[in-house]
């Protein structure tokens, strides 16, 4: 089954220029429809206003963090609970990347990334793009 691509996409990132390098990578590989929240609060209001078919999100944020943002969209009683949630950060350490995965995150980006990384990323969580 093909990828909608014009389903809505949330972009959370507290720095306003990582917001704009994934939005327009996010263009690149073909999805227009993005929203932005510059933390995991309003991030988590967003979520609760408007379907969405994919979450990119930093980690390290405040006063809500990435993770803090996961855990209450998978704990939620929203219908779309299980929306595909990828997580960007810098860190590499391997007990991060295992207490991501325990939360529910669907698949994880080390910064500095491109466009193919995060499209095979997309790829891996969604199927072919």
Known sequence: MAVDKTMNVLIVDDYATMRRI???LLN?????????ASDGGA?????NEKKYGMIVSDWNMEPMS??????????????????????????????????AKQAGVNNY?????????????????????
């Not at 690149?28 to 932005?36: A, C, L, R, V």
């Not at 943002?69 to 391997?94: C, H, Q, Y």
């Not at 080390?110 to 499209?119: G, Q, R």
Request: aromatic residues 6%; positive net charge.
């Open 22 to 24: 994934i939005r327009n």
């Open 28 to 36: 690149q590989i073909g999805f227009p429809n993005i929203d932005e």
């Open 43 to 47: 991030a988590l209001k967003m979520f």
């Open 66 to 99: 990435g993770m803090d943002l996961l855990k209450g969209i998978r704990g939620s009683t929203s219908d779309n609970k299980g929306v595909p949630f990828i997580m960007v950060t810098a860190e590499s350490k391997t007990e991060n990347i295992i207490a």
């Open 109 to 129: 980006i080390v910064k500095p990334f491109n466009a193919e990384t995060l499209k095979a990323k997309i790829t891996a969580v969604l199927g072919a793009l």
